[in-house]
């Protein structure tokens, strides 16, 4: 039996803005960051609450990794405001803390839901539509995902204007996430034909648009494009779940800093070689994963006569486009000294292994071949 469910309402468009006057909206939290807020993007909701006569509070101390203190300051302004509505402006960071705050502030006041809102700035994490958060311990240097049903945000507002300012640097590492998000959620075991269908689609668009956005900013129908893969992939991946890609890259992150969509980027060929058994032939029963990644490399027109030959084709296809990004190949070339991968190793295989998203991975791994992986994606292995 499977299940697949979106609860969000999507709006796209350069005027999904005007949408959110269809709701009873009238004492709103916006969470943001500093260049939302600075910058006058947040603007483009404050006009449209000033036109609504709703009246609104601004935290605009999101910081990337949201950490726990961050969350308990915006928990303790929520207290205060009392919102009927939460809305969250900025990237992954911003809408992952606004729903952590959201979260423990109907916990600790033991109040209902506030209308949740979610308006990404960037097109990369899909947080606007999923029931994931991830938080950060920054005394321990771990992450933590949360989940939970209660935390999917009621509406999406999809607006590629707020996103012609992402350089290019992050327009690749949030579009290389995306990309992981669609191939994982693809491939993972709790995958139906229903989330197969958005991943599908989002991998599809990612190689064709994320080059464009990367050489040319300015390029609105390409933005639109990557806005919408990203809502697609958080849908599928939502359902599906990830798998050990995102789990060793959390890991990372939190010892080491390395943004999140480029350490998806730098381990995503290893991890679709490993699943698919291709380094060494497995004794393990990897047919599973071989064939997805097969039909992927055929949807993008690099198939082969054999499977093992499309997923090899695939794996270039996807090192080509990392390359066209300008994207490292190698955790080491991220100014990860060698003493300190080497003393955080072991630490960031057995928090990988613990990782919410590491049961639904097609392949099952042990904590030895996770050191393994770390070691290829450090030194850059030849696959």
């Known amino acids: 039996m499977s299940s697949f469910a979106v609860k969000t309402k999507v709006f796209s ?38 036109q609504m006569g709703a009246k609104y509070t601004v935290f605009s101390d999101v ?11 915006g928990i303790a302004q929520a207290m205060e405001v009392k919102p009927d509505s939460i809305m969250a402006m900025g990237g992954g960071s911003a809408i992952d803390t606004a729903k952590a705050i959201s979260y423990f502030y109907m916990k600790i006041a033991q109040v209902p ?30 992450k933590y995902p949360l989940v939970d049903d209660i935390m999917l ?33 693809y491939v993972s075991t709790g995958a139906t034909d229903f989330s197969d269908t958005l991943a599908e689609k989002a991998v599809q668009i990612i190689f064709k648009y994320l080059p464009m956005a990367y050489d040319n900013g300015n390029d609105i129908h390409a933005r639109e494009k990557l806005h919408n893969a990203s809502c697609m992939a958080g849908m599928a991946f939502n359902n599906a779940n990830l798998g050990i890609n995102h789990s060793i890259a959390h890991a990372i992150g939190a010892k080491f800093h390395v943004p999140h969509g480029r350490a998806n980027a730098i381990i995503l060929p290893y991890i679709i070689a490993f699943n698919a058994g291709m380094r060494v032939i497995s ?89 393994e992986l770390l070691d290829m994606c450090y030194y850059h292995t030849a696959l």
């Not at 198939?303 to 695939?314: C, E, H, I, M, P």
Request: charged fraction near 20%; aromatic fraction near 6%.
């Open 13 to 50: 468009g350069v005027d999904a803005f005007e949408y959110l006057k269809g709701y009873p909206i009238q004492n709103v939290y916006i969470i943001t960051d500093p260049f939302a807020a600075s910058s006058g993007m947040i603007k483009n909701l404050t006009d449209v609450l000033d």
């Open 63 to 73: 910081v990337a990794d949201p950490p726990m203190n961050v969350i308990i300051d």
């Open 113 to 142: 839901k506030p209308f949740c809102v979610a308006i990404p700035t960037t097109s990369g994490t899909g947080s606007e539509v999923t029931a994931f958060a991830v938080v950060s311990d920054k005394e321990k240097n771990v």
């Open 153 to 185: 945000p009621d509406v999406a507002i999809l607006n590629p204007k707020l996103t012609l300012s992402v350089p290019p640097a992050v327009t690749a590492d949030t579009g290389m996430d995306v990309l992981t998000h669609a191939i994982e959620a």
């Open 283 to 371: 004794k393990e029963d990897c047919s599973y994963a071989m064939r997805k990644y097969a039909k992927l490399a055929h949807l993008m027109g690099v198939g082969a006569g054999s499977n093992r030959q499309s997923v090899k084709n695939f794996i270039q296809l996807v090192e080509g486009l990392i390359d066209a990004l300008g994207i490292p190949v190698s955790l080491r070339d991220q100014d990860i000294n060698e003493d300190d991968y080497k003393g955080f190793r072991n630490i960031i295989a057995e928090n990988a292994m613990a990782d919410a998203c590491t049961p639904s991975n097609p392949r099952v791994p042990t904590t030895h071949q996770i050191r």
